[in-house]
């Protein structure tokens, strides 16, 4: 089973719109990370938030943490068409084995 | 630096055929992961190496799938016969250490793979 859930599972928004994307996962963690897959590439880290920490800022990406409720939120704020892509929130164990959701994909119309 | 490079960026076989795929992680990672995304799902988890040594392969589907790590350095990934359900995209990323403290992966651009 998934350890984090993402919805909504699309969105799309205009250029200029901020973008929204929460997820949930279901144990304990140390950390959660997003990641962003752009059509035909790799996965790309984006941002990493530690278990003790509540809100995190990387440019234009705002990422929220309730351990509490055991989610996240991503926010892509000013998007924009290159922000087209699927992101994925994971969380890691003790190895390092990252564990994702099933991904929101976002399409940035100009 | 180079990063995680993968071989072949897509492979389109029939059912039954053998596929190989390659995955060189960056110089001087132990670690080193392959993951897949089946299409629309998510992605999953398949194993994970340090150095040579299997750390972790719950994630392998069955015994159709076959990994390797000689010597540490790059891994190979076979499905043998492969079967309509492999098509999907395998990722290989690789990190320094592992343990509690993070480590960020770093992923390679991965492999398409099509079961005709």
């Known amino acids: 089973s998934q350890q984090g859930e993402e919805d909504p599972q699309a969105l799309s928004i205009q250029e200029g719109e901020n973008a929204t994307m929460n997820c949930s996962y279901k144990t304990s963690i140390n950390n959660l990370q997003w990641y962003r897959q752009n059509s035909g590439r790799g996965l790309v880290h984006l941002i990493l938030?530690?278990?003790?920490?509540r809100e995190k800022h990387s440019g234009r990406l705002r990422v929220t943490l309730d351990t509490s409720k055991k989610s996240s939120s991503l926010l892509i704020t000013a998007s924009r068409a290159a922000d087209t892509a699927s992101y994925f929130c994971a969380t890691t164990d003790s190895w390092g084995k990252l564990q994702f959701g099933a991904g929101t994909q976002v399409v940035v119309t100009p | 630096e180079a990063g995680v490079t993968q071989f072949p960026s897509h492979s389109v076989i029939e059912k039954g055929q053998t596929v190989t795929l390659r995955c060189d992680p960056i110089?001087?990672?132990?670690?080193l992961y392959w993951y897949r995304r089946v299409m629309g799902k998510e992605i999953k988890f398949l194993l994970h190496?340090?150095?040579?040594?299997?750390?972790?392969e719950s994630g392998m589907p069955n015994n159709r799938f076959l990994a390797e790590r000689t010597g540490g350095t790059y891994s190979t990934l076979k499905v043998q016969p492969a079967e309509l359900e492999d098509s999907g995209v395998y990722f290989c990323?690789?990190?320094?250490?592992?343990?509690?403290?993070?480590?960020?992966?770093?992923f390679g651009p991965g492999t398409r793979l099509t079961v005709l």
């Open positions: 938030i530690r278990s003790n920490e």
């Open positions: 110089s001087g990672h132990d670690n």
């Open positions: 190496f340090v150095k040579e040594s299997k750390q972790d």
């Open positions: 990323a690789s990190s320094q250490e592992s343990g509690d403290s993070y480590n960020e992966q770093f």
